[in-house]
């Protein structure tokens, strides 16, 4: 179960680099894994290479600036979040459907992965949506004990670091991968209301996007996230109005630990409990947490 290097051709020319995973026998379709802010694909091919042995095919791939996707001048990479969904996301689904045009087509989603969909104008060829930590990162909706360390962190010394480099450079502080100034940018200044961090003329055809996108969403939260809090988790689920959207908050000993956070999901020793469950709603669209449901 090695799995395929690929290059994803995105409508702009950009190339996407990622990865192709498949099953011996594919009985339940392609799931496209959608990576959180500044997170290389490598950190999910754990995962992907559990869901090949359940019977997918699993797509991993780098957003534009990131790991495999990364140019060689990051400086010059003019670029914002919402293109990773509207060019890179988008990109990725139709080279899947493509590739499998009857099959199921699902997407797992980690923190802005679980949100970047409804930016894509393919996203309504997606049939099943898994976001874990979903959210856009507004500042008001971080853990109320963790948010002024995360509002230093992300609202002060990123936008600082990004005006003076061209670029965030996150590895070198042992944060997350770097990242293009205008994805930093867009996040330190992110408005209450996502559509309103963009130009008002735009705003009705990215809401209108959101809102084409009919595939059931399952979205999970952890109790200690201090990203994806109820709160966070919820305002990205109401842009999808068209979609049936489940919300549920699992506390960490729903899972067998004290402590899980937001960027512990993908780790294996996730491969006996959670990993399993999130088969149940990929395969048969079963909520595996019914008592855990919130909205």
Aim: proline fraction near 6%; charged fraction near 25%.
């Amino acid at each position: 179960m090695e799995p395929q290097p690929i290059h994803i051709p995105c409508r702009d020319g950009y190339r996407l680099g990622g990865h192709l995973w498949l099953p011996q026998e594919n009985r339940h379709g392609t799931v496209i894994v959608n990576p959180a802010t500044g997170v290389v694909a490598r950190y999910y091919h754990r995962y992907a290479r559990f869901l090949t042995g359940q019977g997918f095919a699993v797509v991993t791939y780098d957003y534009r600036g990131i790991g495999e996707s990364r140019p060689e001048r990051l400086r010059e990479l003019r670029m914002e979040w919402r293109h990773w969904g509207e060019q890179d996301f988008d990109a990725v689904v139709r080279w899947a459907r493509s590739r499998d045009p009857q099959g199921r087509l699902s997407v797992v989603g980690h923190s802005i992965g679980g949100f970047l969909p409804g930016f894509a104008a393919s996203a309504p060829q997606v049939d099943r949506i898994l976001a874990i930590g979903g959210q856009y990162a507004f500042w008001r909706n971080y853990r109320s004990t963790k948010r002024l360390g995360l509002l230093w962190r992300w609202h002060v010394v990123m936008p600082a670091l990004t005006m003076g480099l061209g670029y965030f450079p996150g590895k070198r502080l042992g944060w997350l991968e770097d990242l293009p100034a205008g994805v930093a940018l867009e996040w330190s200044f992110r408005r209450r209301r996502m559509e309103s961090s963009y130009p008002a003329h735009e705003r009705a055809t990215i809401l209108h996007r959101f809102a084409a996108v009919r595939a059931p969403i399952l979205s999970i939260a952890l109790s200690d996230d201090e990203y994806g809090t109820r709160a966070a988790v919820a305002a990205g689920l109401e842009y999808y109005t068209g979609a049936e959207r489940i919300q549920a908050e699992l506390l960490p000993a729903d899972l067998g630990f004290d402590a899980v956070g937001h960027f512990s999901m993908f780790h294996d020793r996730h491969a006996e409990r959670f990993w399993p469950d999130t088969v149940r709603w990929l395969r048969d669209g079963i909520n595996p947490w019914p008592q855990r449901v919130v909205g």
